[in-house]
Each structure stands twice: as structure tokens, then as C-alpha cells.
């Protein structure tokens, strides 16, 4: 089974299934496969909006059989998305979920490109999606990624012609497309994009349909298909054992943030593509028939065909290296080919696929994971030649330095190591999401580099330029330099080598609630970047605040180390909010930057920079209680947010819970989606019941139905069925149906300003029906939507309450929404209040 595994991990080229950052090492088969797809001049492009909106089945099809490059533009990085394995929410969860997005690609074979557009949440139509979104310009993203990329072929992921039957951003995104496909061939249109690249128009434009779109399996099948294509995406292949259908899988599991774990599947499949603009392909199997893919489609291809085809017809599987002197034809005479676009395209592949024949390998690592700008450092380079090729390595040259080495000859497997210093510019750039360098809007990210639009990820900070000389045949090859350590309970890993500030401060909250006029202690983290810092820290703060020290030293020796400095702030009398922020001073130089690090086993380290700020609240909230027990659900952050207003919250697991292990606490809260990613809930449910019965007070978050949820039969006391509903305006009015209700009047006086201020929705998955045992406290809509009452529901089970709510506390109570604050302390305190009218 090991060397199953290894030699699959080899054949799809994912090397960094495993290893995210770790450098492709290619078998014969991989090297094969490289050759069909540079001898096939195909390009198709999938277009959806949002990550695991993608059909991996469809794309890893056309990349592995067809051979076509093929590329997914997901509209947005799912920002406004859940998280299921961490707290990352909003940019940060873009920033994992374009990750992911990275690695399903490593394993399908597909590339990946996004637009500026942000996911700025659930939206129902298309309408109020393109009125957050600027059109103008995510439209000018597609059509820059389409004159680009050149594809033949554009596939939707939804369908524009059906706006308001489901989510905003899908239809927008075929909408968007649709348009697309014709105005990228107009001149007149974002003229400022032609300075460096060329209009361009595809052939075809498809909807991938199914029987999901028609309502049925069988109203589908009573469909008149004869506008569409029929693909089996469900092929075998022999060289890797594998199918399309089981690659597409292990891609599509990748989306591990949204829970989208699925067990492998394989036979025939279908999927069908209708034609929305273009010619209809003749033969309904074949998405390109019709569309010249052979190197006869550019001028001076044909001669470059001549010799690739034979490298392919021939292929010796026992030792690729043999087809070395071809290829470095191939590559000569690829060079005398005109068209650009073409020739940078297949250039790239064929210098991989030259490096993989001749065993090359060469890789620059970083001997620390970051340097800050002005600081050198020490880069180790390997080279080796696992060929018989006459290969000499003329140069290496980093970052515009002056070239570094002479001439080396590179004998068979005689590893060459060299180390050089790089000095790092004092002019460059932090790393970071390009993305998130400038303020950004509810719906748009402002990216002002039109060059890095339509990129995943920022480019390598510094690459290093390898001049080869094959058989004395001069070739250039770039590899990022990176950081490569190992870890004894994983081995080898790599990460991206980034560049940092010479230090970063973070609060340790990013919502500070004061809920009287007495002073808090305010922690600040300094982190050192590089060794021997010291200079002064400032807390800046707004108006009505003060501080007991404006400025305070510091002194770290370490590079990596941390030091923590406190403030005293003292908050206004009054109900204000406001932000503070440290400014660290280092030798005339003001840095207010925070460092998050992101780190999964399945995607690349990530480091962030983001402007070092906290919100803080003075806020006129009373409670009642005191112990607070937590269930985590799919990762929030509400038990830091309760002990901000004076709670003592206490992680309950699920293994612990049994009869009697839960009446100490005045309140139980059980976090999102709980029931969907916590399997052991499903034997304690009755123990929570009993507590309530008992007189306990127990609150439960939202969850969803269907999809990795379990039978809840016993969810609840009393019959309560979930559903979709949902309010996406977090401005929508809102109305208290039950004005005496104690949720409402204990022990804080709840009013429609408390919904003021709300961020991203109001709530998801509201409840659609419930028994009469229920009170519904809240009604809300969207606009032109009937009412829904279905957000906030009580019961009184016993001598206790029962309380489920599809308000979005996990987005409000982190983002210091002060009525989030007020109503969560009523939900908290029911049994209190029942005890106080006792």
C-alpha cells in the first residue's frame, strides 16, 4: 500500500500532497504525462465564485485526459465563508481558503486565478452581489485573466440566466463571464489592459449543467440535450491506477476549512455541458473538436512538432534522459516561434521537463525562515546531475546582484553545495497577500499592481537564476529561494522564506469590552525579526481614553523572541467605541504592523501583515451568573469574547459529560455547528437535556441539515426542524415580538438599537418549524422577503430553558457589536431571572 501511494503522489505530479512547498521530484510517468499536455495547445477556463465551488472531476478531465491547460477563475476567496478546523474568519480565512484552492490544483492539475472581488457573505441575488461588488471592475479582472490566459473554452460553474434561485455571487459569476466572453475581444474596453497583453476571444462558452439544475434526475433525462456536450469524466488511468473520479476526490478534499472531506469514487460518470455562445462541437465527446490544438497552430510550430511528437511517440520510460538531445532542439527551435503567448508558455514547460529527463535538481534555501529589509543572508544552493548530460553550471545570480560562481562542470550524481549572501534592499517589501496591502471594502480588495491581479498568491520574495549550459546549449532556470527544516515527527518540511519587519506588536485581543469606568491592563507583544532590538513603544488610542504611559522602552536580544509590555487604560464614563494601536520606534523607523502565522499540515505556512489594532468598548451591560460552560463547535471565538464582559468560561469536551457532571454551571453554550463536526455530541445529547430539565440553561448555535449532520431527533425537547432561511442584510429592521418576554428585559433592556451596527448578516440557518413549546423573540427579513421568526426561539423544559439561536454571534461578539454583547448576557442569564422572580 506504501508504494502505492508514493508512486500515485508521483504520477498526478503532487509531491506536495504531503509536503506542500516541497520541490516536484518527476517518475518517468511523470514526465510523460508533462509531454502530452506541452504538445496539446489547448486552454480551457472554469468560472465560479467561490473556493469548492469548482467541479474538480471536470477540471482534473481536461488536464489529465484531455491534456488541455486548464485553469479555475473562482470569483473570490470565500472570505465570507465558516471554518471549520481553525478561528480564521474573514481576510485570514481567504487567505487559507486561497490555499486550499492551491492544493486541490497540485493534485488535479489545474491552475488557478481570483478576481479583487471579496466574499462579503450570503447574498440572494444577483443584484445586491453586484451592487457591494464594483462590476466594472471584477469584469475588467475577467477580461484581463481572459487576454492572458487565451483560453478556447470558458466553462460556468452557474447559470446567468436564473438570478435569485440561488447564491448572488454564483449567478454573478456566469453573468459576469457571459459578458466576459465578448468583451474581451474589444479593443475600446479597459484599453490600459492592451499595453501588456492583447485582446483575445474564446470559441465557445458552456454551462455545466445537471439534473440538480433541472430539480430532478428524472425531469433531466426528459431534457432535450441536443445543445449539449456529453463528457465521461470518470476514465481509468493506467499509468497511475487511479481514476479521474478518485483524483478529483482527494483535490476536492482539500477544502478541509468547509468540510469537504469525501471518499473516493470511480466508474463512468457524466457531465454534461450546455453551449451558450460559440459552435457546437461535431463530436459532442470532444469539448476542443473543431479547435486547432496542434503545434500547426502557431506560426513556426510545426517544426517544433516534428521533434516533440517523436519525443512523445517514443517515450522510453527506463531512461528519459535519452530524449535529452531532442528536447534541447525542441527548445531551440521553440524559440524562433512569434507568437508570445505560446512561446513563454511552452518555454516554461519545456525547461521543467528538460530539468526532469536529465535527474537535475537544484534548489536555494534560506538559512532562516525570514530576513528583514537591510539585513543579508545566507542562501545554501544544491545542485546535482543524476544524468549522464554534459551539464555546466555557468552562474547563479539572486536578486540583480552580481553572479556568484564560475563555471562548474555537474558530474553524475556529484552533488555541488555553494553558499552565498544575499543582501536584502533596504527598499523591499514586506511579504504578504498583495491582496491585503491596502484598506480594503465590504465588497472589493484594492490591489493597485495590475500585474499581480488574477494572481493566487504574492510571488517568491527573491528567486534565484540557475545559467545551464546543456551539451553548450544556454539555459536559464529560476527557483524561489525557501526555507527547508525538518521536525522529528514529520520529517522534511518547507515554507515559503519571507520578508519581515525588523519587529511586530499584537494585543492579545482584538475586542477589549469594558463594562465599567475602571481601568484594564492592556498586554502588548513585542516580537524581534532580527537580533539586538531596542527603541520605544507607544499606545495610541481616541478621544475620552487615557493611558497611565503613552510610550514605554524595550529591549529583545533575540531574534524570535517576545517581550510583553502592559498599558493602563482607563475607558470614558460614557458608552464610546474606539480603536487603539501600538506604534513601535526603532532607530527613527515607526512600524505598526501585527504577524499572523497560519499553519496547516495541508497547505504551506502563512505569514500575514496586517495594521496592529484593537477595538475597544465602553459598553453599559449588566449579567447575572457567573459559570459558563462551552462546547466547541467548528471554531469561534465567543468564550474569549464572554470572559471579556467578566464571564468564567470553562471548555466542556464531550467525553466529559455525563449524569451530573454539568450543574455547576449557570449557563452551557454549544458553539457552532457543533452537531455537524462533533460526532460525540450525538450520545451526550440526553445529558444536556437532563441538565436543562434540572433547571440548567442551555443556548445552541447554529448548525445546518444535511451535509455532515447527524439524525436530531433528539436535538431538542420539543419538535424543531432546521432549515435554510436566512438575513443577509445586517441592516435589516428588525422587530421584538415578545416585548415582556425576560430574554428581552433581564437583566438588560433590550431595544432595536441593539441591532445596530451588526456585521456581514444577521443569521443563517433559522429554524422553519417548531412546536408550540417555542417562543420566537425576533422577527426579520430581507428586503422584499416575508418575515422570518425563526432566529432566536426559547422554551422552558423543566425547571430550565432551552435556547436556540441562528443569529451570527460568532461574527458580532468578536467584532464588539455592544446589542450582540447585551442580548447574549440576556440568553445567558434566563435561569437567573427565573431564580430572581422565586
Not at 135 to 161: A, C, G, M, Q, T
Not at 394 to 408: E, G, M, R
Not at 470 to 486: A, D, Q, W
Not at 565 to 574: A, G, H
Amino acid at each position: 500500500m506504501r508504494s502505492f501511494w508514493v508512486f500515485f503522489l508521483g504520477i498526478i505530479l503532487s509531491c506536495n500532497l504531503i509536503f506542500p512547498q516541497s520541490p516536484n521530484k518527476s517518475s518517468s510517468s511523470d514526465i510523460y504525462h508533462a509531454i502530452q499536455k506541452l504538445n496539446f495547445l489547448g486552454t480551457a477556463l472554469y468560472v465560479a465564485a467561490h473556493p469548492d465551488d469548482e467541479n474538480t472531476k471536470l477540471i482534473s478531465y481536461l488536464s489529465n485526459e484531455v491534456k488541455a491547460k486548464t485553469a479555475y477563475l473562482s470569483l473570490t476567496r470565500g472570505d465570507g465563508g465558516q471554518n471549520l478546523i481553525g478561528a480564521e474568519l474573514q481576510e485570514l480565512l481567504g487567505v487559507l481558503r486561497t490555499e486550499e484552492l492551491l492544493a486541490a490544483r497540485r493534485i488535479d492539475g489545474g491552475s488557478q486565478f481570483f478576481t479583487r472581488a471579496n466574499d462579503f457573505g450570503y447574498s440572494k441575488h444577483p443584484k445586491e452581489t453586484l451592487k457591494l461588488w464594483n462590476k466594472e471592475e471584477v469584469l475588467s479582472d475577467i477580461i484581463w485573466i481572459i487576454r492572458n490566459l487565451k483560453p478556447d473554452v470558458i466553462i460556468n460553474r452557474f447559470d446567468h440566466r436564473t438570478p435569485g434561485s440561488t447564491h448572488g455571487h454564483h449567478t454573478s459569476s456566469a453573468m459576469l463571464s457571459v459578458e466576459a466572453f465578448d468583451l474581451a475581444a474589444n479593443p475600446k474596453l479597459y484599453p490600459e489592459q492592451l499595453k501588456t497583453t492583447e485582446v483575445w476571444q474564446p470559441k465557445r462558452l458552456f454551462f455545466n449543467t445537471s439534473w440538480w439544475f433541472y430539480g430532478s434526475e428524472e425531469k433531466f433525462k426528459k431534457a432535450n440535450k441536443s445543445n449539449m456536450l456529453n463528457l465521461d469524466v470518470g476514465v481509468y488511468y493506467p499509468l497511475s491506477g487511479l481514476s479521474n473520479n478518485e483524483i478529483a476526490s482527494l483535490a476536492s478534499s482539500q477544502h478541509r476549512c468547509q468540510g469537504f472531506g469525501r471518499l473516493n469514487v470511480r466508474g463512468s460518470e457524466n457531465e454534461y455541458l450546455e453551449l451558450l455562445k460559440g459552435d457546437l462541437p461535431a463530436d459532442k465527446s470532444n469539448i476542443f473538436d473543431g479547435i486547432n490544438t496542434s503545434w500547426s497552430r502557431v506560426e513556426g510550430g510545426k517544426a517544433v512538432g516534428e521533434i516533440l511528437y517523436n519525443v512523445e511517440k517514443n517515450f522510453d520510460f527506463t531512461n528519459p534522459s535519452i530524449h535529452l538531445p531532442q528536447l534541447l532542439a525542441g527548445y531551440k527551435a521553440l524559440q524562433k516561434v512569434k507568437d508570445e503567448h505560446w512561446r513563454t508558455r511552452k518555454l516554461k514547460e519545456l525547461e521543467n521537463i528538460i530539468l526532469s529527463v536529465s535527474g537535475l535538481y537544484l534548489e536555494a534555501t534560506a538559512a532562516e525562515p525570514s530576513m528583514y529589509p537591510g539585513g543579508k543572508l545566507a542562501v545554501n544552493i544544491e545542485a546535482l546531475n543524476r544524468s549522464d548530460s554534459g551539464i555546466i553550471l555557468k552562474n547563479i545570480s539572486v536578486a540583480n546582484q552580481l553572479p556568484v560562481h564560475k563555471a562548474i562542470p555537474l558530474q553524475k550524481n556529484i552533488k555541488e553545495l555553494f553558499q552565498i549572501d544575499l543582501q536584502i534592499p533596504s527598499n523591499t517589501k514586506f511579504s504578504n497577500p498583495y491582496w491585503l496591502n491596502n484598506k480594503w471594502g465590504i465588497g472589493m480588495y484594492q490591489v493597485d499592481d495590475q500585474s499581480l491581479i488574477g494572481k493566487p498568491e504574492t510571488p517568491a520574495a527573491f528567486t534565484v537564476t540557475f545559467e545551464l549550459e546543456f551539451n553548450g546549449f544556454p539555459i536559464h532556470i529560476n527557483k524561489p529561494v525557501v526555507y527547508r527544516y525538518s521536525k522529528p515527527d514529520k520529517g522534511e518540511i518547507y515554507q515559503p522564506f519571507t520578508v519581515l519587519p525588523e519587529a511586530t506588536a499584537s494585543f492579545k485581543d482584538k475586542v477589549i469590552i469594558f463594562s465599567d469606568n475602571l481601568p484594564k491592563e492592556i498586554p502588548v507583544t513585542i516580537k524581534a525579526h532580527k537580533d539586538t532590538i531596542e527603541g520605544e513603544i507607544q499606545l495610541c488610542f481616541g478621544n475620552g481614553w487615557s493611558v497611565d504611559q503613552e510610550t514605554k522602552p524595550f529591549k529583545i536580544d533575540k531574534k524570535g523572541d517576545q517581550q510583553l509590555i502592559r498599558f493602563l487604560l482607563t475607558p470614558p464614563t460614557t458608552e464610546n467605541e474606539n480603536l487603539i494601536s501600538p506604534m513601535i520606534r526603532i532607530d527613527g523607523k515607526e512600524i505598526s504592523k501585527e504577524l499572523i502565522e497560519i499553519e496547516y499540515d495541508h497547505i504551506p505556512k502563512q505569514t500575514v501583515l496586517l495594521p496592529s489594532e484593537s477595538k475597544v468598548v465602553r459598553l453599559n451591560i449588566f449579567k447575572s451568573g457567573d459559570q459558563i460552560g462551552y462546547i466547541n463547535g467548528a471554531g469561534d471565538e465567543i468564550p474569549v469574547s464572554l470572559e471579556q464582559i467578566g464571564y468564567k468560561v470553562s471548555i466542556i469536551t464531550p467525553e466529559s459529560i455525563n449524569s451530573g457532571s454539568l450543574k455547576k454551571f449557570d449557563a452551557i453554550v454549544v458553539g457552532i455547528r457543533a452537531y455537524n463536526v462533533v460526532d460525540a455530541l450525538k450520545f451526550k445529547q440526553r445529558y444536556l437535556l437532563d441538565y436543562v430539565k434540572d433547571g440548567g440553561n442551555l443556548i445552541i448555535q447554529y448548525n445546518t441539515s444535511g451535509r455532515n449532520s447527524w439524525d436530531m431527533e433528539e436535538f431538542a425537547p420539543y419538535p424543531l426542524t432546521i432549515g435554510r432561511d436566512r438575513v443577509t442584510d445586517e441592516a435589516s429592521e428588525v422587530k421584538i415580538l415578545d416585548t415582556d418576554h425576560p430574554l428581552v428585559n433581564y437583566p438588560n433592556k433590550i431595544t432595536l438599537t441593539d441591532f445596530n451596527g451588526w456585521i456581514q448578516e444577521r443569521g443563517l440557518y433559522f429554524p422553519e418549524k417548531w412546536s408550540k413549546e417555542f417562543t420566537p423573540i425576533l422577527s426579520m427579513q430581507d428586503n422584499g422577503e416575508s418575515p422570518l421568526e425563526g432566529s432566536l426561539l426559547v422554551a422552558p423544559y423543566g425547571n430550565g430553558y432551552y435556547v436556540y439561536t441562528g443569529l451570527s454571534f460568532f461574527r458580532e461578539l468578536p467584532a464588539g457589536v455592544t446589542g450582540a454583547y447585551r442580548l447574549f448576557a440576556n440568553m445567558l442569564s434566563l435561569t437567573q431571572e427565573k431564580s430572581k422572580e422565586k
